[in-house]
Structure formats: C-alpha cells, structure tokens
C-alpha cells in the first residue's frame, strides 16, 4: 500500500516582518529616514541661530541689517545627506560654515594684504570694491620707525568716482587689519542630546513601516 503524502505550510506574519526589518538593517535602508531627521534637526538649530540676536553683535553694534548668514547655512543643505557602513554624514554646503564652527586665524586671500573689516552700516555685508562711493586709504605713519601703512579705506573726498554717489569727507567704511581671530561656535549645530532624539525618532518610525 502507498503511504500518503502529507505536507504542512505554516504562515506567520512575524516570519515575514522579521526578514524585511533584517534585509532593511542589513542594507541600512533606515540611513534615509536618519539622514532626513537629521538634516530637519540642522536646519531648525540654523534658523534659531539666525533669529538669535547674540549671533549676530557686529551688525548690531554697527545698526546694521544681519547679513542672513545662518538661513543661507540651512538653505545650503538641503536634503544632503550620505549614507554608508559607518553611518549618516549631513553636509553643509557653505563656504563659512567651518570657519564658523571651528574659528581660527583669518588672513587675506592670495594676493591681497588686508582684511576689510566694516566700521559702518553701510559697509557691512558689502565687499569694498561694491562699496557706493569712491575710497581712498588712510594712512598712518608711526614716528618712532618711520614706517607708514593703511589703516582704513575712507571716502574718497575729491569726488565722485566711477558714477559713485559723492562722498562725505573722510568717513571711514572699512578698517584694515592684516588678520583676525575667530571664536568658534560649536552651538551653531544641535547637541547630541537633541540629535539622538531626532534619530531615534526616525529609527522607531521606520521600524513601523518595515
């Protein structure tokens, strides 16, 4: 006599979550949901920092407008953000953003001798040769050496220049300095705190849609 054949099929919907959520952990498919998270936490430190009015003392100390600078931070990311084995790294696409972070020593660029350091309103946010009036250097002499060098870059008195508006005698925009140092703030990004929460909110979301 022929035995019969038996087979047995057992389902269960656990089984099936349990190989997506280790084929997802395995290819990191939740560095997306970490890098989106992560970049939204940037953003929102950089919009605080922008509205905050100890970021930006020199505007203020010379009753100018803020340059922006921090929105333009967050406007630069974006979405950019890479996954790999080691992690999510988000990038800030903004040439002052790791001056701004690590501070340091700044010098003038090749070619150039000095830093213009705005001393106006006017000049602050604006490159020294936009400026809306003609400038001359001031020069200061020192008696002891003998030697002399420019100190300032002060309206052009003689008239106007280059269709420039005529300038008012002797104002200084924009003093030279041969370098400065920055203090660094690292409180222009989040903190870790603040940044763990943000993806471990979106790892546990993300363990809910696997």
Not at 12 to 36: C, F, H, S
Not at 74 to 94: L, P
């Amino acid at each position: 006599m022929t035995r019969p054949v038996y087979s047995l099929t057992i389902t269960d919907p656990a089984l099936d979550y349990l190989d997506r959520l280790t084929l997802g952990i395995e290819t990191m498919a939740y560095g997306k949901a970490v890098g989106e998270a992560g970049v939204v936490a940037v953003q929102r430190r950089l919009s605080e920092k922008n509205v905050d009015r100890e970021s930006h003392s020199t505007a203020r100390r010379l009753g100018a407008t803020p340059s922006g600078l921090f929105a333009d931070m967050a406007r630069s990311i974006g979405y950019g953000f890479m996954t790999s084995r080691d992690g999510v790294v988000i990038s800030i696409n903004h040439v002052a953003a790791s001056q701004r972070f690590h501070g340091g020593r700044i010098e003038p660029s090749a070619g150039k001798t000095y830093l213009t350091i705005p001393a106006i309103a006017e000049a602050y946010g604006v490159r020294a040769p936009d400026a809306p009036v003609g400038l001359t250097p001031m020069i200061r002499r020192d008696p002891a050496t003998g030697t002399a060098r420019a100190v300032a870059l002060q309206e052009d008195n003689t008239g106007p220049s280059r269709g420039k508006k005529k300038a008012q005698p002797g104002r200084v925009w924009y003093w030279l300095v041969e370098s400065v140092e920055q203090r660094g703030d690292p409180k222009m990004l989040p903190d870790d705190d603040v940044l763990a929460a943000a993806v471990s909110d979106a790892i546990a979301t993300w363990f809910e849609e696997v």
